[in-house]
């Protein structure tokens, strides 16, 4: 799978909208772009996913860059109970094989009320 | 509720002593995975399932074993637990076929091995 590149850290405030970027220059065509989070002392959890359009759900919004090299994961108004770990992974869903998302590092979002 | 359910939640055994996680989904997925997460090295994956009796290796299977006898239950197992061993365990699952390839993860379980 290819490889994506996120901040370690970031911090916001609470009720602010945060944006959690990840770089992914290596992305091929059919390589879904997917989002988890990690709360502590729990497994992750599916944010959510795109391959070329924006997309909106209940929990945050993702916005893919036009050259899909890059995308930014949005939340519109943090809360302490969105202190986590946040992971961007790429996902071939053509030429993957059965082997899981591969999960880097991620960015270890801190809220401060 | 659909979840993932994994015991135990926290184990401390000692070296050789074999012993085994289980993992239970009651989402009817096909695939089942294993993961272990230590510091600085991210989630790893340990084997996965892609269906009963159907198991592979995935990035570090050394010292571990997994069957899959239901679907629903995808037991690892440490024949002869040593140190190295010691992490977080998660077991995830999801649907196939699918596109979007969603995984629902357990609580985790953490094994001291000393």
């Known amino acids: 799978d290819a490889k994506t590149t996120q901040p370690n850290s970031m911090e916001s405030n609470e009720e602010e909208p945060v944006h959690l970027p990840c770089n992914h220059s290596?992305?091929?065509?059919?390589?879904?772009i997917h989002w988890y989070r990690q709360l502590p002392s729990q497994g992750p959890e599916y944010v959510i996913h795109g391959l070329t359009s924006n997309v909106n759900n209940r929990m945050a919004s993702l916005a893919i860059a036009e050259d899909r090299k890059s995308s930014t994961l949005i939340l519109h108004r943090a809360t302490l109970r969105d202190a986590a770990v946040y992971y961007c992974?790429?996902?071939?869903?053509?030429?993957?094989?059965?082997?899981?998302?591969?999960f880097g590092s991620g960015t270890q979002l801190t809220v401060l009320p | 509720e659909a979840q993932v359910t994994q015991n135990p939640r926290y184990l401390i055994t000692v070296t050789g002593k074999k012993l085994t996680v289980t993992c239970s989904q009651n989402m009817n997925h096909e695939y089942m995975s294993w993961y272990r997460q230590d510091p600085g090295l991210g989630l790893r994956q340990i084997y996965y399932?892609?269906?009963?009796?159907?198991?592979d290796k995935g990035d570090v299977p050394e010292g571990y074993k997994v069957s899959r006898k239901e679907k629903r239950n995808f037991p690892l197992i440490l024949e002869s637990p040593s140190p190295n061993q010691t992490s977080l365990y998660f077991c995830?699952?999801?649907?196939?076929?699918?596109?979007?390839?969603?995984?629902?993860f357990g609580a985790g379980s953490r094994l001291t091995v000393l």
């Open positions: 399932s892609m269906n009963v009796e159907v198991t």
């Open positions: 290596t992305i091929s065509g059919t390589d879904y």
């Open positions: 995830a699952s999801r649907p196939i076929p699918t596109g979007a390839n969603v995984l629902t």
């Open positions: 992974i790429l996902r071939d869903v053509v030429r993957g094989s059965a082997r899981q998302l591969t």
